[in-house]
């Protein structure tokens, strides 16, 4: 579980700009490239202490596996208000 308000912060980001990417019709191994790349930044920066960083990957890395996470919602047909 996340604490640092500035990990969540990016964990935001992160997973929702892999949902953005899933809907533009990128996958799982698109996904987890950005990811790859967008933690190497923050250790390159030194914006996190190294353990949020890896606590972070954890997390969106559960988060990528979830197959709940990409399902589009049916919306419902027009026979369902009739």
């Known amino acids: 579980m996340l604490q640092d308000t500035l990990t969540i912060r990016h964990y935001q980001q ?8 899933w809907n533009r019709g990128y996958r799982f191994d698109d996904l987890r490239m950005y ?3 967008y933690l ?3 250790r390159h920066a030194n914006v996190l202490e190294p353990y949020l960083i890896h606590r972070l990957e954890d997390e969106v890395t559960r988060y990528i596996y979830d197959p709940s996470n990409f399902e ?3 919306p419902a047909s ?3 208000y009739y």
Do not use: Q, S, W, Y
Request: aromatic content about 0%; proline content about 5%; cysteine-free.
């Open 14 to 21: 992160l997973t929702d700009a892999l949902v953005e990417l």
């Open 40 to 42: 190497a930044a923050l």
């Open 78 to 80: 027009e026979r369902d």
């Open 72 to 74: 589009n919602p049916n």
């Open 35 to 37: 990811v790859d790349g």
